[in-house]
């Protein structure tokens, strides 16, 4: 969803993009307005972003089994939104995702300062790309790389998905020897950060989202293991695909990202639990 705060008599008031009577409705109810349209209508976008004073682009298609095409479908969400936007100095603020360093750097600690490739037409790098573009073209633009684990309440990420391939198959598991990690952020804390971005992060700024810079993957799955009371199992890399289905790619990879930057750079200071305190609260095994 595409969340414009637009400044009416001194209240933000937040219009988010909704592509069908559903989403309109549970945006009217917490007190949102509803601009309809859709990522394949980048018309649509082009005119909620230019009657906005700022953009926040969180959508993303993610159709796992065409995750090039959903990259191409973001990155023309990207650039309708900065065309509304160029020469205003309006903010920008689009996502990516922290996954994208396993190919900008690997097996690097993942910071602020690694830059998208220009040429990359990688899915969400060439976004950033596009964004960083328009920060050269008057528009206030930044990118926020959040955690592949954004948790709390009402999580529909990876997390949940891990628990679900647990309950389907009667192991939770991890491959190798589970020591890759990922970073994790709440859900919370990665709001307040997008707020903070929209407000205040200068013209070509990247972000992280990354409250702890890595939780190992057996961690994640001996606590799904032990919440479930199914056995805890490591998995060759061969039988993954097998296994995890469409988060084979992802489970394995070693994504140890740092927001030191970002948070001297915004004074953002994530205080809501931790990853694995907030799965062992309970709420993620609530059927």
């Not at 990259?71 to 969400?77: E, H, K, Q, T």
């Not at 990690?181 to 903070?196: E, G, I, K, M, S």
Request: with cysteine; hydrophobic share 45%; net charge negative.
């Amino acid at each position: 969803m595409e969340s414009p705060p637009r400044c009416r008599t001194g209240v933000d008031q937040v219009v988010g993009l909704a592509r069908s009577d559903t989403a309109a409705a549970a945006l009217t109810a917490v007190g949102a307005e509803a601009h309809r349209g859709s990522l394949d209508d980048p018309a649509s976008l082009h005119e909620g972003a230019a009657a906005a004073d700022g953009v926040i682009h969180l959508a993303f298609n993610h159709d796992f089994s065409d995750y090039v095409a959903s990259g191409r479908l973001d990155l023309r969400a990207v650039e309708a939104l900065g065309a509304a936007l160029e020469g205003t100095g309006k903010p920008l603020v689009v996502t990516s995702g922290t996954l994208m360093l396993t190919m900008m750097a690997p097996g690097r600690l993942g910071t602020e300062e690694i830059a998208p490739d220009p040429g990359s037409g990688a899915p969400r790098i060439a976004s950033e790309s596009a964004a960083m573009a328009q920060a050269a073209r008057g528009v206030r633009a930044s990118v926020v790389r959040l955690s592949p684990t954004v948790h709390g309440e009402g999580d529909k990420g990876f997390v949940p998905s891990l628990i679900d391939l647990a309950r389907e198959t009667g192991v939770s598991a991890f491959v190798g020897d589970g020591s890759n990690r990922w970073p994790a952020v709440h859900r919370l804390d990665a709001a307040h950060l997008f707020r903070l971005a929209v407000e205040a992060a200068p013209a070509g700024s990247i972000l992280h989202g990354a409250a702890e810079e890595g939780v190992p993957l057996r961690d994640i799955a001996e606590l799904i293991g032990r919440r479930l009371k199914l056995p805890t199992v490591g998995i060759t890399t061969e039988d993954a695909s097998r296994h995890f289905g469409f988060l084979a790619a992802a489970v394995p990879l070693d994504n140890p990202t740092s927001s030191v930057l970002t948070q001297k750079l915004l004074g953002w200071r994530p205080v809501h639990p931790a990853l694995v305190p907030d799965l062992d609260a309970g709420h993620y095994f609530t059927d």
